[in-house]
């Protein structure tokens, strides 16, 4: 199976700062991984395909970066309503695995 | 607008079943993949199956192999998950999702129905 593991476990940032999260994929996935959000009591949200393309509807401070191993999402001058669990997810292969997600709050 | 509604969770006993359900409205059902993704109390997000869109042909990682069964009724726009042989570590929020064909990737998602197994 592919682990993702996810870094940092918590990021505490002021609005306005601009951030990075990481994901490092066990092996090789070329670009197939997917970034989604999700808010406190909600379903997740998907925010980036294949580790760059955007999604429509989702604000363009969102982006994502990265292939093979490594992948980032990257977040231009945080707003209030960014504060929330960041997963990423692998479709490369068979079982689909996430993140264990990583945890933007308010300092 | 593309809407998911899920239906059926509820408190059900170790080793009982439950069988969940999703409406789907607002795309052409029979065009996409169906994913049920969950997640336990406090924790992370599972995958736990995928359909094709005809039906044919299934997906399950290990930890629900053998025990849950997805199916979709295209007639009906709707998706099921058959869950047997229930166990504590089960108890989650399961959602419905929309995946992509061959992207498996998931662009929306129902609001999630609750399943707790406890006896």
């Known amino acids: 199976d592919i682990v993702l593991t996810q870094s940092p476990a918590t990021l505490s940032v002021t609005p306005g700062e601009s951030v990075s999260l990481s994901c490092r994929a066990s092996?090789?996935?070329?670009?197939?991984i997917h970034w989604y959000q999700q808010k406190s009591n909600e379903s997740p949200r998907l925010l980036i395909k294949f580790a760059s393309q955007s999604i429509s509807g989702i604000p363009s401070r969102f982006s994502g970066s990265g292939s093979g191993t490594d992948f980032t999402l990257s977040i231009n001058r945080v707003e209030s309503e960014d504060f929330s669990v960041y997963y990423c997810?692998?479709?490369?292969?068979?079982?689909?695995?996430f993140g264990s997600g990583t945890k933007l709050e308010i300092k | 607008e593309v809407q998911l509604v899920e239906s059926g969770g509820g408190l059900v006993q170790p080793g009982r079943s439950l069988k969940l359900s999703c409406v789907a409205s607002g795309f052409t059902f029979n065009n996409y993949w169906m994913t049920w993704i969950r997640q336990a109390p406090g924790k992370g997000l599972e995958w736990v199956a995928s359909i094709t869109n005809t039906g044919g042909s299934t997906y399950y990682p290990d930890s629900v192999k053998g025990r849950f069964t997805i199916s979709r009724d295209n007639a009906k726009s709707t998706l099921y998950l058959q869950m047997n042989s229930l166990r504590s570590e089960d108890t989650a929020t399961y959602y419905c999702?929309?995946?992509?064909?061959?992207?498996?990737?998931?662009?929306?998602w129902g609001q999630g129905v609750m399943v707790t197994v406890s006896s």
């Open positions: 999702t929309r995946d992509l064909i061959y992207n498996n990737y998931f662009d929306y």
């Open positions: 092996q090789g996935i070329s670009t197939s």
């Open positions: 997810q692998q479709s490369y292969s068979l079982p689909l695995t």
